[in-house]
């Protein structure tokens, strides 16, 4: 089955400064590649998706990049903000008839300090 | 609207009761998933139903027993659990059309058991 790693499991950035999340996948087969958010206590909430036939993909702040042939993905988070602070995890998706799988990396904590 | 929605937001049973989860959207997706959350853990997947047809059981245990009344909604019947199954169940769904789909996740019920 798929496997996907993720680091670093913690990051402490200050305000301002960028933070870079990077994961790697297994299965070739994986062709969408979804991040979420999840704050203490609250759901996943998707931030920002990449598919397979895309290398980059970027929204204000925070981009994503897909290298199909390393199957590495990453998250960018430019300019911090403390509201950034939460578990971030990356997740390799595979399309099945008429649904799909999600495996999930281990998490990053970000914590933004002022 | 890419809300699901979920009842109770907290549960408390003892290993003896019989308690229900439930879960719906208004989306149109035909594909629902139920996924279990331990503490700094990813979401672990449990069940997946597609077109209101049982496709995924992720080899849960018995306790659990899923049921899918219409395309809207979804169910999780609990039964004698035990206090390893206490975590955060979170319901989501897609659009089952089985191309990159995107999962939304509902908030969760955060589940205690005694």
Redesign the interface.
């Known amino acids: 089955g798929e496997n996907v790693e993720q680091h670093p499991s913690t990051l402490s950035v200050q305000e301002g400064d960028s933070a870079v999340i990077k994961c790697t996948y297994s299965d070739s087969a994986s ?2 590649f ?1 991040w ?1 958010k999840q704050e203490l206590g ?5 931030i920002i ?1 990449i ?2 036939n895309v290398g980059e993909k970027k929204d204000q702040r925070i981009a994503v990049t897909l290298n199909k042939t390393a199957k590495h993905f990453s998250l960018h988070i430019t300019e911090t903000q403390p509201e950034d602070s939460a ?1 971030y ?1 990356c997740a390799a ?1 595979i ?8 495996t ?4 990053t904590m970000l914590l933004v300090s002022p | 609207d890419t809300e699901v929605t979920q009842t109770p937001k907290h549960l408390v049973m003892g290993m003896t009761n019989k308690k229900s989860l439930k879960c719906e959207q208004h989306m149109g997706h035909r594909a629902m998933y139920w996924y279990k959350q331990k503490a700094k853990k990813p979401p672990e997947l449990m069940f997946v139903y597609s077109y209101e047809k049982l496709s995924i059981n992720e080899s849960v245990p018995s306790r659990f027993s899923p049921e899918c009344p219409n395309s809207s909604l979804l169910n999780l019947h609990l039964h004698a659990l035990q206090p390893e199954d206490s975590a955060l169940y979170l319901c989501a769904s897609s659009q089952g059309g089985g191309l990159e789909e995107t999962q939304y996740f509902g908030p969760g019920t955060r589940l205690l058991v005694l």
């Open positions: 062709n969408y979804p979420y609250k759901r996943p909430q998707l998706d598919r397979s578990v995890f998706s399309s099945l008839r008429g649904y799909s799988t999600l999930f990396g281990k998490g």
